[in-house]
């Protein structure tokens, strides 16, 4: 920025505000985030049904002009000028700060809608919204605002009804949405939710106001667990409880509904809500709710005479889970989706609700049943990789790191880990140096064996592949599991010269005949080295790592020192860090195949014993020096 002065401070309007900044407020302008609209809509609504006002709740979606209506029966947005002097319909509607839940327990004692955005969000991201708040006895109003944002109203008709709730039009703006239009069935299933979260409130899906779908649940966290479960076969007959949890002076702060089961499949599903609406990132009660059934479980084993502990994922396994949380205080959530929960006091409330499940002995004896068996399979079987590994490589267990090579520098920090292979130990030394925590270096020795169409028995010989696969931890053939895969990204670093390039080919060999896996789950990478470091007439340094980009930078500046950089081993730890480590600026190329069987197949052409069919192979193909013309300097981007 030039001019970055007094005149660059500017002030957003609410408007400005959301609609620059779309995906803090709902997630983005996809089909996702439309849709978000819907639910920042009837949340409104659901609040005051689960407040005891009104239990109707009304949608109707209009498929020629892309309106969706929302009809509750609830008190009605209050309006009127409102003790500090402002109409309290256009506050609820227009002011980011404005809204009936930001007074605590006068306004609602649980919400869905929290933050208090939703109908400002909706007013903003539309090029049509109105409202209209029915009050008994104080009448009708009317706020609509059209695409360029001009009000019209509030308008307020005097009539003795008995009816009350509130009307929400609106139309998405094509200028952010484009043209996506609502889909029925994505409404129809987030309907279907919110009826099973909210007992005895109905819930009307209309489609150009004729009945698509209607939903109401009279214990819906049943009907919920059985929907989760699908056709999963179960080992356990399903638990539901429901408790309060209060504090020390007997002051209820948060109702609780569990529902479990477990299933013959290995993974756990845990499905969390909070007031009414999904969180799917779980949060701070997903959390106290694990750590405090693990310790449940452990529990119930020891006084079953089981005398060991099992951690939180075996337990885990398998269960299917629907909690379901009301809170008597004003949730805190990580984003205005409010997808996860991090209200820190619901850990300790979550903890405290899962110390009262209780389990039948049927259930809790196939629980424990479960665990030890599945237990004792999984040490069976790891026993039995471990011998096959240290069998298939020489003594060498390639699931652990007793083994490790001398020269791995390692990573400490694993959560987002990736490792080099590097060229020789002087590139090796430099990234040493400056590498990150999240960054491994293992140098290797020379070129290794080219892995083409050879058997394990014969590649496991070379102690440079055993280095590689020990690194690794992932195991090969029969053993390979890539779950125990150490890294995350594994990086191919050599020079830009023939013995670099070959390297890198036969590295890539290894992967693509004997590990395809990491290959196919995009965990293999090669970086780009530089070929030149020029200096430019204002002094900055600029590294070039294609031949062409170069001569062509060349052509058109002078004043410039040039360096031809011969290999990684020229360049100081600073330079290797900046143009091959550092994440903001290196060229990485990830190695992909569509077709792994004819790739092996061009592989045995290129790469195998036959000269002759290499032969055959370029002359069919004319790959002479001739391609060169191909390449035109005029179709480069240089940045």
Same mark, same amino acid.
């Given at each position: 920025?030039?001019?970055?002065?007094?005149?660059?401070?500017?002030?957003?309007?609410?408007?400005?505000?959301?609609?620059?900044?779309?995906?803090?407020?709902?997630?983005?302008?996809?089909?996702?985030?439309?849709?978000?609209?819907?639910?920042?809509?009837?949340?409104?609504?659901?609040?005051?049904?689960?407040?005891?006002?009104?239990?109707?709740?009304?949608?109707?979606?209009?498929?020629?002009?892309?309106?969706?209506?929302?009809?509750?029966?609830?008190?009605?947005?209050?309006?009127?000028?409102?003790?500090?002097?402002?109409?309290?319909?256009?506050?609820?509607?227009?002011?980011?700060?404005?809204?009936?839940?930001?007074?605590?327990?006068?306004?609602?004692?649980?919400?869905?809608?929290?933050?208090?955005?939703?109908?400002?969000?909706?007013?903003?991201?539309?090029?049509?919204?109105?409202?209209?708040?029915?009050?008994?006895?104080?009448?009708?109003?009317?706020?609509?605002?059209?695409?360029?944002?001009?009000?019209?109203?509030?308008?307020?008709?005097?009539?003795?009804?008995?009816?009350?709730?509130?009307?929400?039009?609106?139309?998405?703006?094509?200028?952010?949405?484009?043209?996506?239009?609502?889909?029925?069935?994505?409404?129809?299933?987030?309907?279907?939710?919110?009826?099973?979260?909210?007992?005895?409130?109905?819930?009307?899906?209309?489609?150009?106001?004729?009945?698509?779908?209607?939903?109401?649940?009279?214990?819906?966290?049943?009907?919920?667990?059985?929907?989760?479960?699908?056709?999963?076969?179960?080992?356990?007959?399903?638990?539901?409880?429901?408790?309060?949890?209060?504090?020390?002076?007997?002051?209820?702060?948060?109702?609780?509904?569990?529902?479990?089961?477990?299933?013959?499949?290995?993974?756990?599903?845990?499905?969390?809500?909070?007031?009414?609406?999904?969180?799917?990132?779980?949060?701070?009660?997903?959390?106290?709710?694990?750590?405090?059934?693990?310790?449940?479980?452990?529990?119930?084993?020891?006084?079953?005479?089981?005398?060991?502990?099992?951690?939180?994922?075996?337990?885990?396994?398998?269960?299917?889970?629907?909690?379901?949380?009301?809170?008597?205080?004003?949730?805190?959530?990580?984003?205005?989706?409010?997808?996860?929960?991090?209200?820190?006091?619901?850990?300790?409330?979550?903890?405290?609700?899962?110390?009262?499940?209780?389990?039948?002995?049927?259930?809790?004896?196939?629980?424990?049943?479960?665990?030890?068996?599945?237990?004792?399979?999984?040490?069976?079987?790891?026993?039995?990789?471990?011998?096959?590994?240290?069998?298939?490589?020489?003594?060498?267990?390639?699931?652990?790191?007793?083994?490790?090579?001398?020269?791995?520098?390692?990573?400490?920090?694993?959560?987002?880990?990736?490792?080099?292979?590097?060229?020789?130990?002087? =590139? =090796?030394?430099?990234?040493?140096?400056?590498?990150?925590?999240?960054?491994?270096?293992?140098?290797?020795?020379?070129?290794?064996?080219?892995?083409?169409?050879?058997?394990?028995?014969?590649?496991?010989?070379?102690?440079?592949?055993?280095?590689?696969?020990?690194?690794?931890?992932?195991?090969?053939?029969?053993?390979?599991?890539?779950?125990?895969?150490?890294?995350?990204?594994?990086?191919?670093?050599?020079?830009?010269?023939?013995?670099?390039?070959?390297?890198?080919?036969?590295?890539?060999?290894?992967?693509?005949?004997?590990?395809?896996?990491?290959?196919?789950?995009?965990?293999?990478?090669?970086?780009?080295?530089?070929?030149?470091?020029?200096?430019?007439?204002?002094?900055?340094?600029?590294?070039?790592?294609?031949?062409?980009?170069?001569?062509?930078?060349?052509?058109?500046?002078?004043?410039?020192?040039?360096?031809?950089?011969?290999?990684?081993?020229?360049?100081?730890?600073?330079?290797?860090?900046?143009?091959?480590?550092?994440?903001?600026?290196?060229?990485?190329?990830?190695?992909?195949?569509?077709?792994?069987?004819?790739?092996?197949?061009?592989?045995?052409?290129?790469?195998?014993?036959?000269?002759?069919?290499?032969?055959?192979?370029?002359?069919?193909?004319?790959?002479?020096?001739?391609?060169?013309?191909?390449?035109?300097?005029?179709?480069?981007?240089?940045?």
């Amino acid at each position: 920025m030039n001019n970055y002065d007094k005149n660059s401070i500017k002030t957003l309007s609410p408007r400005e505000s959301i609609r620059e900044s779309i995906g803090m407020y709902i997630g983005g302008s996809d089909s996702n985030g439309r849709h978000q609209l819907f639910t920042e809509a009837i949340a409104n609504s659901i609040d005051e049904a689960v407040a005891g006002y009104g239990k109707v709740i009304t949608v109707d979606i209009n498929t020629s002009s892309n309106q969706l209506s929302i009809q509750d029966c609830g008190r009605g947005v209050p309006f009127g000028i409102n003790k500090e002097g402002k109409d309290a319909i256009v506050e609820a509607t227009c002011n980011l700060h404005g809204g009936g839940k930001f007074v605590g327990q006068e306004g609602y004692k649980s919400s869905l809608g929290l933050h208090g955005l939703g109908l400002k969000c909706i007013h903003y991201l539309s090029s049509k919204f109105h409202i209209r708040s029915c009050r008994n006895k104080e009448g009708v109003c009317d706020l609509s605002f059209d695409e360029n944002d001009k009000q019209s109203g509030p308008t307020v008709v005097k009539r003795a009804s008995t009816a009350t709730g509130t009307l929400v039009e609106f139309i998405p703006d094509q200028r952010i949405f484009g043209l996506l239009k609502w889909n029925k069935d994505v409404i129809a299933d987030r309907r279907q939710t919110y009826a099973l979260l909210n007992n005895n409130i109905t819930f009307v899906l209309t489609v150009n106001g004729v009945k698509y779908k209607s939903f109401v649940y009279t214990d819906g966290i049943k009907d919920l667990l059985a929907i989760k479960v699908g056709n999963r076969k179960c080992i356990t007959d399903a638990t539901f409880h429901k408790c309060d949890v209060v504090d020390d002076d007997g002051e209820v702060h948060a109702h609780f509904e569990f529902g479990l089961i477990y299933t013959d499949q290995g993974t756990e599903n845990e499905y969390c809500y909070a007031n009414g609406g999904e969180t799917p990132n779980g949060g701070t009660y997903l959390t106290g709710f694990k750590s405090a059934y693990t310790a449940l479980i452990n529990k119930l084993a020891k006084e079953n005479g089981i005398d060991r502990k099992f951690n939180g994922d075996r337990i885990r396994r398998g269960l299917v889970l629907v909690m379901i949380r009301r809170a008597d205080f004003r949730l805190q959530f990580a984003e205005q989706t409010k997808l996860t929960l991090n209200s820190p006091e619901a850990r300790t409330l979550a903890s405290k609700a899962v110390a009262q499940l209780t389990f039948d002995k049927k259930t809790i004896k196939n629980i424990l049943d479960k665990i030890e068996t599945e237990q004792k399979v999984e040490a069976a079987a790891q026993r039995k990789r471990e011998a096959q590994a240290k069998i298939l490589h020489g003594g060498k267990n390639l699931n652990s790191l007793r083994d490790r090579p001398e020269k791995l520098n390692d990573a400490s920090d694993f959560t987002d880990a990736e490792i080099f292979f590097c060229e020789g130990d002087s =590139a =090796a030394g430099g990234a040493c140096e400056t590498k990150n925590p999240s960054q491994a270096v293992l140098p290797l020795r020379g070129k290794i064996l080219n892995t083409c169409g050879r058997e394990l028995a014969d590649i496991t010989k070379s102690s440079i592949i055993k280095d590689i696969l020990t690194c690794l931890g992932c195991g090969i053939g029969d053993n390979f599991n890539i779950k125990n895969l150490r890294y995350n990204r594994i990086i191919i670093r050599t020079d830009s010269d023939p013995d670099g390039n070959h390297i890198e080919l036969l590295l890539c060999t290894l992967f693509l005949y004997h590990l395809p896996k990491l290959i196919e789950q995009g965990k293999v990478y090669t970086a780009i080295s530089p070929i030149y470091k020029v200096k430019d007439s204002r002094g900055k340094i600029l590294y070039f790592y294609e031949e062409r980009e170069a001569q062509k930078w060349f052509r058109t500046h002078s004043g410039f020192k040039a360096l031809h950089i011969k290999g990684l081993g020229e360049m100081n730890p600073e330079e290797l860090y900046d143009t091959t480590l550092n994440p903001e600026h290196r060229r990485l190329i990830r190695l992909t195949t569509a077709d792994v069987t004819k790739t092996l197949r061009l592989y045995n052409t290129l790469r195998g014993d036959s000269p002759l069919s290499r032969r055959k192979f370029i002359l069919d193909n004319k790959l002479t020096t001739a391609n060169d013309d191909l390449y035109d300097d005029d179709n480069i981007d240089v940045d």
